[in-house]
Every structure is written in structure tokens, then in C-alpha cells.
């Protein structure tokens, strides 16, 4: 199992990224990112967008 980090969550919370293209590319299961996106599991992890901006962008080049 993986375990994510606050700021993969943060990355899945703020990313318009299909649940299926980020489950893959952080090594969970896309109920798991739909979990986090709905605010069922990591409600403890608040969105953060100007934090999380380069991520995102690192994770989004990393699909293509």
C-alpha cells in the first residue's frame, strides 16, 4: 500500500486531473482520490493552491 503525503493530498484536492490519471500516479486506488476529493478521508488537509502550483504542474508534465 502506499501512504501519501500532505502534499500529494493537497495536489489530488486541487487538481482538475481525471481520479484515475492521479490514483495511478501517486500508487493508490481512484476510490481512495475520490475519498480525498469528496472530503471523506484527509479532511484534516486543507487545499492550499498557491503551495501547491508547481507540484501540480511537475505532476500534470509527468502524464503527458
Keep these: 500500500f ?6 500529494q493530498v ?3 484536492k486541487e487538481s482538475s486531473m481525471s481520479n484515475r490519471k492521479l490514483a495511478i500516479l501517486c500508487g493508490v486506488s481512484s476510490t481512495t482520490v475520490n475519498y480525498i476529493k469528496s472530503g471523506r478521508t484527509w479532511t484534516h488537509v ?3 493552491i498557491a503551495a ?5 504542474a511537475k505532476l500534470e508534465e509527468a502524464v503527458k
Excluded: F, G, M
Design 52 to 56: 501547491v502550483d508547481s507540484a501540480r
Design 10 to 12: 493537497k495536489i489530488i
Design 2 to 7: 502506499a501512504q501519501l503525503t500532505e502534499a
Design 46 to 48: 486543507k487545499p492550499c
